[in-house]
């Protein structure tokens, strides 16, 4: 197993570009979810989703969107990059409320 | 939601035991409490999680204060392998997949 996986691993955009990250997972796992840590900080929860078509929002859900088609994938969208979005962003799978497994981030920086 | 409280950073001998401690006065009747912990440049780890039991696995032990308002992750041999930061997290067993980290505690090992 892969387990989870996210691309890409760098990412450097101007202010006002869009872009997707991808977050896949392997574990056929109900849940998934995104966190954004910034520096010297704990993570804080974007977006998760309980199964494919369900989402909501974590404590940081705003200039980002989020939707489950599939239960293998679970994108994260940035519809106008901002400098205060610069971040590592790191997406994670569990089967229901067990253990968290988390893909090994995205760094993304905001110019 | 209930909110955990850990020192900031510890340090610790290799080869010698840690105990790594994290308060939560405001835990509820149905939280888990979990441990993560995250390696330089790395997703969070899991550890180890409980409920009212003292629980052991092949990483850590973990001690729960009988109130439950505070627990310790026991480290039995630290080596350098283990330098990371530790997330004590409470997790609602019946809210969904929602964690929140704190800023954790930063553990150095000196060789």
């Known amino acids: 197993n892969a387990g989870v996986t996210q691309t890409p691993k760098f990412q450097v955009l101007k202010t006002g570009q869009s872009m997707t990250l991808q977050c896949a997972q392997d574990?056929?796992?109900?849940?998934m979810s995104w966190y954004r840590q910034d520096p010297g900080m704990g993570l804080r929860l974007i977006h998760y989703s309980v199964g494919a078509g369900i989402t909501d929002q974590g404590e940081v859900p705003n200039g980002y969107n989020v939707s489950r088609s599939t239960t293998e994938d679970f994108p994260l969208r940035l519809l106008s990059a901002a400098p205060s979005q610069t971040s590592v962003y790191f997406c994670a799978s569990s089967e229901q409320r067990d253990t968290q497994y988390f893909g090994p981030g995205t760094r993304l920086t905001v110019l | 939601d209930a909110k955990t409280t850990q020192p900031n950073s510890m340090e610790s001998n290799e080869e010698e035991p840690v105990h790594l401690p994290c308060n939560h006065s405001t835990i509820s009747g149905t939280d888990y409490i979990h441990w993560y912990r995250q390696l330089p440049s790395q997703g969070p780890e899991y550890v180890i999680h409980?409920?009212?039991s003292n629980v052991n696995n092949r990483m850590a032990s973990l001690a729960i204060a009988e109130d439950r308002k505070s627990s310790t992750l026991i480290l039995h041999r630290a080596t350098l392998r283990d330098a990371a930061v530790y997330y004590c997290?409470?997790?609602?067993?019946?809210?969904?997949?929602?964690?929140?980290f704190g800023t954790g505690t930063s553990l150095t090992v000196i060789p």
């Open positions: 997290i409470l997790r609602d067993n019946f809210n969904g997949n929602q964690f929140y």
């Open positions: 409980g409920l009212t």
């Open positions: 574990m056929n796992h109900e849940y």
